[in-house]
């Protein structure tokens, strides 16, 4: 009760919203920028179980966003040094890492255990496949993407929705530049919008894109 009072007094959650929350399990999918700060943030709401899945190894170009790791971690799986340091925040979430890529052959059973998945990657093909399998398991994916200063979030949910392949088209993989803080704040509203999902409260990103420009702090929400 003392941890998590500030979210109890909140009348959206409460004590019944916050044993909602202990009761979700929540896939991140990726843990470089985006997925640092969301891991964070869900093991700090008091998520019962956080599952990180990256078959990546640390570098120091990923030091200026992905938050979770350290000059001393450079050449270490993520998910290894993720999940050490994600245990060292609460020992009251179960974390539970997956040294590998999602792919279409374990995805689905991956996935299985999770409530929401979380899109904390940069790669077209794996939200596809994501999406895809969340859809067929009747699933929420909460997808965020970033580049530069600009940054989205939309939630897919099976047939309720859009599907994640017919609003966006695959694009080739390219180095593109980011500030750190663009991937702060989209993370930030991925968690925002998971929590939402968990408790029952507030608008969900359902069929609606949020865009946001940090650059002018400009933030619009398109219909899809």
């Known amino acids: 009760m003392e941890r998590y009072s500030r979210q109890i007094a909140l009348a959206e959650i409460g004590v019944t919203g916050q ?111 994501a999406e895809s399998i969340c859809a067929e398991q009747g699933k929420h994916f909460v997808h965020g993407a970033v580049e530069g200063f600009v940054g989205q979030v939309s939630v897919f949910w099976g047939d309720r929705t859009h599907r994640y392949s017919d609003i966006f088209e695959p694009m080739p993989r390219v180095e593109k530049g980011i500030i750190g803080a663009t991937v702060g704040v989209v993370a930030a509203a991925e968690v925002s ?15 609606k894109l949020w865009r946001v420009d940090l650059r002018t702090m400009n933030c619009e929400i398109f219909e899809l």
């Not at 979700?24 to 700060?37: A, I, Q, R």
């Not at 979430?93 to 255990?113: K, Q, R, W």
């Open 193 to 207: 919008e998971s929590l939402k999902i968990i408790c029952g409260y507030g608008e969900v990103l359902y069929n």
């Open 19 to 129: 044993r909602k929350i202990k009761g979700t399990k929540v896939l991140v999918v990726g843990v470089g920028g985006l997925g640092s700060v969301v891991a964070q943030y869900l093991v700090a709401a008091g998520v019962g179980k956080v599952g990180i899945v990256d078959g990546d190894s640390v570098s120091i170009s990923n030091l200026q966003r992905q938050i979770l790791y350290t000059e001393q971690d450079i050449g270490k799986p993520k998910v290894e040094v993720a999940a050490n340091r994600l245990r060292a925040m609460s020992s009251a979430v179960e974390i539970v890492p997956y040294n590998t890529f999602l792919t279409a052959e374990n995805g689905a059973e991956i996935i299985s255990d999770y409530d929401i998945v979380v899109d904390g990657g940069d790669n077209y093909a794996v939200r596809a496949v």
